[in-house]
């Protein structure tokens, strides 16, 4: 079992900029993807970025350009940084790890955190 704790959701203003943290048991991210996933009131979950384990990042178009996604040296946490907010970023945002690459099926993912709410205001 691995547990994903995510951190760094807050309310800001559109515009402003925003890091996400999602930190695990060591190395978890040197043997597992990780990826973000956000869900807003009413709609499904949907992909917003991806780091596999040896590297590569994946974005979805919505955020691509404005949003970083990385990895500390010893696989523990994946963050994402995100600027240029908008207010429909608004979401609960998802920590995943799993044994993917590239993957934007939140299907795919074993392990899931609790979220943490990122609100957007104009």
């Known amino acids: 079992q691995v547990h994903l704790v995510e951190s760094g959701g807050g309310l800001v203003q559109a515009g402003d900029s925003l890091r996400l943290s999602c930190t695990a048991p060591e190395r978890t991210f040197m043997r597992y993807g990780g990826g973000w996933f956000r869900q807003a009131p009413g709609k499904e979950r949907e992909f917003v970025a991806h780091?596999?384990?040896?590297?590569?990042?994946y974005y979805a178009d919505s955020v691509k350009g404005r949003s970083t996604i990385s990895r500390d040296d010893d696989g523990t946490t994946v963050s994402l940084q995100m600027n240029s907010l908008k207010i429909e970023d608004t979401a609960v945002y998802y920590c995943?790890?799993?044994?993917?690459?590239?993957?934007?099926?939140?299907?795919?993912?074993?392990?899931w955190g609790q979220g943490t709410q990122v609100t957007v205001s104009s």
């Open positions: 780091i596999s384990w040896n590297g590569f990042t």
């Open positions: 995943a790890a799993g044994k993917v690459a590239g993957s934007r099926m939140a299907n795919e993912y074993t392990y």
